[in-house]
Structures are given as structure tokens and as C-alpha cells.
């Protein structure tokens, strides 16, 4: 089945600790996506990238760096420098960019120890 | 700056009632629109989407969307909910000179009462 796999689900961060979240796809996409969901605010754009080796930031890329190797692979760091990283964390693609729809994963939730 | 305003956060309704749920743009040129639904600990599901053309859009689980330009406005509606439709909602846009780069509401929280 084709889809987006993020991972892990569930995820916890000590202090001064960087944390990687992976989201795989096998949808043949060339754009990718990052989001932060709080409670209340809808969803915020981190990073983006519409094809390998180039990435934008988003509206709230402090404290987040991203890659993209790899057509199918855009995995996220969440860096110590992010001091309120926890959030629901959804990673998303699509064909390409200009009002394509974008196909959500089913998400990673991190927290802090 | 471009926005989306979902100005309802919680809304509940009967089973078997009708719903609608409101969302407002805000953009200098029409933008491309999308609901989303969201469950619990889930990721999101696009419902529809409007690009151009037919203002009245149809959706998946029976929604449907009306595109409203002189109201800035792409409410979601159905005849009749079930149990199953509890969730949030979601309203989001993006235009071409963006990318693709969505912008999405706040949320709607649906609650069913049986």
C-alpha cells in the first residue's frame, strides 16, 4: 500500500537532547512537508522541500533542521535549541507544489522528560 | 498576511442533525481550499477540496463544501451526521504564488450527542 510512515509514534526528549522523527514515503512524491500541531492552533508549517537536496524553512523553523536525501525520506531533527518541542508532529507530500493536495502521515507525539 | 479563521472551536450536535461548519479566507486572489478531518491521535484526512469551477463541492462520507467568493467563505456541511463524524475539522488554503504551502484554521472539535 502506498502511503506516508512516520516514526516513532510516541517519542521523549531529555533536556539538551536532539531527537530525530522519520517519515518515510512510497507515494513517488516530490514534495514534503513538516508540521507542528499544538491544541488550538491548527497546523504550522516547519520545513518544506519540493525535490531532493533542497529544503525551505516554514513559519517556525528555529530549533528544527531537516534533510533530504532521498526522494523518499525528509526526516526531522528537533535540536536542543527548541525549548518547547513538545507537540504533535505530522509529516505530509505531495506530487508537487501549487495547490496539489498534501497526504498526511499518521504522526509522531513528542514530549519531554 | 494570508490567514484562515475557523471561528468556531467546539461545536455538538445531534445524531441525525444537519451540520455546518464555518471557515473564512482571507487572501488577495482566490485560493485553492481544503477540509480536512482529523481523529484522535491520527493524521489528517483531506474530505475535499476546491479549485475552481463548480462552487459547490462534493467530499467523501457524504460532505459537501460551498465556495463562497463575496463572503470569502468555504463552509463544510452534511444532510445528516453520524457518531462516527466526531472529530476536528480543519480548513486550510494555499495559492500558486506560495507553492504549496497550506495554511490551515484553527480547527472545529465536532461532538455528537446520541
Known amino acids: 500500500d502506498g502511503g506516508i510512515t512516520q516514526s516513532p509514534k510516541y517519542l521523549f526528549r531529555k533536556e539538551g537532547q536532539n531527537v530525530t522523527l522519520s517519515c518515510e514515503q512510497n507515494l513517488n512524491h516530490d514534495a514534503m512537508y513538516w508540521y507542528r500541531q499544538d491544541p488550538g492552533q491548527g497546523l504550522r508549517l516547519i520545513y518544506y522541500s519540493q525535490i531532493v537536496n533542497d529544503f525551505q524553512k516554514g513559519d517556525i523553523a528555529e530549533g528544527y533542521s531537516v534533510s533530504r536525501e532521498k526522494k523518499e525520506s525528509f526526516p526531522l531533527t528537533v535540536t536542543s535549541a527548541q525549548k518547547n518541542p513538545t507537540a504533535f508532529y505530522l509529516c505530509?507530500?505531495?506530487?508537487?507544489?501549487?495547490?496539489?493536495?498534501?497526504?498526511f502521515g499518521a504522526g509522531t507525539r513528542l514530549s519531554v522528560l | 498576511a494570508q490567514s484562515v479563521t475557523q471561528p468556531d472551536i467546539h461545536i455538538t450536535v445531534s445524531e441525525g442533525a444537519s451540520l455546518e461548519l464555518r471557515c473564512n479566507y482571507s487572501y488577495g486572489a482566490t485560493p485553492y481550499l481544503f477540509w480536512y478531518v482529523q481523529s484522535p491521535g491520527q493524521g489528517l484526512q483531506l474530505l475535499l477540496k476546491?479549485?475552481?469551477?463548480?462552487?459547490l463541492v462534493q467530499g467523501i462520507k457524504g460532505f459537501e463544501a460551498e465556495f463562497k467568493r463575496s463572503q470569502s467563505s468555504f463552509n463544510l456541511r452534511k444532510p445528516s451526521v453520524h457518531w462516527s463524524d466526531a472529530a476536528e475539522y480543519f480548513c486550510a488554503a494555499t495559492i500558486m504564488e506560495y507553492g504549496n504551502k497550506l495554511v490551515f484554521g484553527a480547527g472545529t472539535i465536532l461532538r455528537v450527542k446520541s
Open positions: 505530509a507530500s505531495s506530487i508537487g507544489l501549487a495547490g496539489n493536495i498534501q497526504y
Open positions: 476546491y479549485f475552481s469551477g463548480d462552487t
